[in-house]
């Protein structure tokens, strides 16, 4: 299992690719020896910046300004480059703050947001994925217990 969970893990790397597509099993399940490791899906605080768009078409501009800036070439995106995106594309009130979301508990996002962010690497985007609220790419900047 151990091998496997790594095979998934540096095959996306660098594209935001591991948050969007099925969570990894490991992670989120809390077994194996990735999920020790790295600490995916078992950390209790997350601290995160987002760009939330309500039509898919905006949020994949967003995401497409990210790809050609960064992750096209396996960089990661800095903050303060994200946060340009969060401010120019986001509509949520947190994008005049760059979308940093602070740090938050387990258990205060909801469904997908919540999976996507507990389970993507620390300096790793996430790809856009759909919540209820609408549509978001996801920038994890910590963990803690």
Known sequence: ????AKAKESGGKGKGKQAAGASDDSASKGKGKAAKADGLGTCTYVKARHVLCEKQGKINEAYKKLQ???LNNGDKVPP?????IAAEYS???SG???GD????????MAGPFQEVAFNTPVGVTSAPFK?????HIILSEGRKN
């Open 1 to 4: 299992m151990g091998k496997d």
């Open 131 to 135: 919540s209820t609220h609408g549509y």
């Open 68 to 70: 050609d800036g960064w």
């Open 96 to 98: 005049k703050k760059g």
């Open 101 to 108: 979301l602070g740090w938050f508990p387990r258990g205060k």
């Open 80 to 84: 303060a480059e994200f946060a340009k």
């Open 91 to 93: 509509e949520c009130p």
